[in-house]
């Protein structure tokens, strides 16, 4: 069983910044495939970006250049970099752990972009 909680979520101004995190439970930490998904009021969850244990990552084109993945296997922890933000990157942020078939989800944090 992982667990996975997201904390940095908040209010911020458009133009600002956040960095969310989310600490894993588990030993295999570093073979853990992880997400980023967002969901905004009334809209689906969608995915923001990934990492594969080896360091690869992808991002959604709505946050490319904007939005910065990584990981410290170390800490057993994932970070999602927000620079940029803009009014449509309201939404709870949930990091997803993925290993040997297995998904676990965190329970999310918000963030709100506004004036």
């Known amino acids: 069983q992982v667990q996975l909680v997201e904390s940095g979520g908040g209010l911020v101004q458009p133009g600002g910044s956040l960095r969310l995190s989310c600490a894993a439970s588990?030993?295999?930490?570093?073979?853990?495939?992880m997400d980023w998904y967002r969901q905004g009021s009334g809209k689906q969850r969608e995915l923001v970006a990934t990492i594969t244990s080896g360091g690869i990552t992808n991002y959604a084109d709505s946050v490319k250049g904007r939005f910065t993945i990584s990981r410290d296997n170390a800490k057993n922890t994932l970070y999602l970099q927000m620079n940029s933000l803009k009014p449509e990157d309201t939404a709870v942020y949930y990091c997803k752990a993925g290993f040997l078939g297995g998904t676990w989800w965190g329970k999310g944090t918000l963030v709100t972009v506004s004036p």
């Open positions: 588990g030993r295999e930490f570093i073979n853990y495939a």
